[in-house]
């Protein structure tokens, strides 16, 4: 059920169609809903193109995620929207990407005689390669879905305990995950403008930590505690998956948490909830 974005009341249509009110083609037959908790417009990005959307997304507005969330990627029975299903495998890819230039330009492409580091595998085939780090990316993110999933639709939740509703659409929680993952994306800029990849870790992480939780928190109406929480939990699988199947191909010295995808998403939560409560302290002593 479509809801305002605005106060996010429940509502049963987003516009109403008038026939005969002009040109078809022109959308001037359409007259949007006026919320009647609020009285806004129940959802005005009907009437907007991409690029605004984009940019709110970009400014971590609330209202353009719960117009995708609840009024636009919603499909029956839990579905995964086809678009969410082509970004989250742009998503890998580009994590497949980053994660294998990063590890590279961190360790040394030679042979120890434990064998450990990746001058093994930078001597195997390129295919060989890239099929590890796409394993290795896959284990990572399905940790990362798999553990929020759980924690938020599961009976057997640690968090219903502490007042966290049960979610009944998992497939949407994986959707609000991806969408607001977007920001990985950014890197295709290097085929204008080449930056040192692991310097740009850091801010990357920060913009995605952000907009998960963000987007876990207008989904789940939840507290952002809460979502931060979901964050952390999700960022601890994250990196428990990468160090096994490190560990499992023999590169367990491999140092993946300094700058690799597998952890920088922690590492920028643990940084913003740091600096949050450098915020708070100031407030309450002003």
Known sequence: ?????????????????????????????????VCRNCGRFCDKYVEYDFVVLFIDLVLIKPQVYRHLLHNTLMRDGDRFDPSIIRLGVLLLLFDVYLTWERIEKQTIPTIFPGGGNLGNLAQRPIVVQYLFFLILCTFSTLAFHLSIRFLTCSPY???????????????SVSTALLLSSYTKLFPILMVIWKYDVPAAARPLGWAVVANNIEALRILLDCKY???????????ASRWLAGRFV?????????????????????????????????????????
Not at 8 to 33: E, F
Not at 226 to 235: E, Q
Not at 248 to 272: M, N
């Open 246 to 286: 490190l560990i499992t191909a023999g590169l367990g010295d491999v140092d993946s948490i300094s700058e690799s995808s597998v952890a920088a998403d922690g590492k920028a939560l643990w940084a913003l909830l740091m600096l949050a409560r450098d915020w708070a302290g100031r407030l309450a002593v002003g």
């Open 1 to 33: 059920m479509p809801i305002c974005i605005e106060c996010g009341h429940p509502v049963k249509t987003l516009w109403t169609k008038y026939s005969g009110a002009g040109d078809q083609s022109s959308g001037h037959n359409i007259r949007l809903t």
């Open 225 to 235: 505690y809460t979502a931060c929480v979901l964050a952390i939990a999700g960022a």
């Open 157 to 171: 939740s640690p968090l219903n305990a502490l007042g966290l509703p049960r979610h009944a659409r998992p497939n």
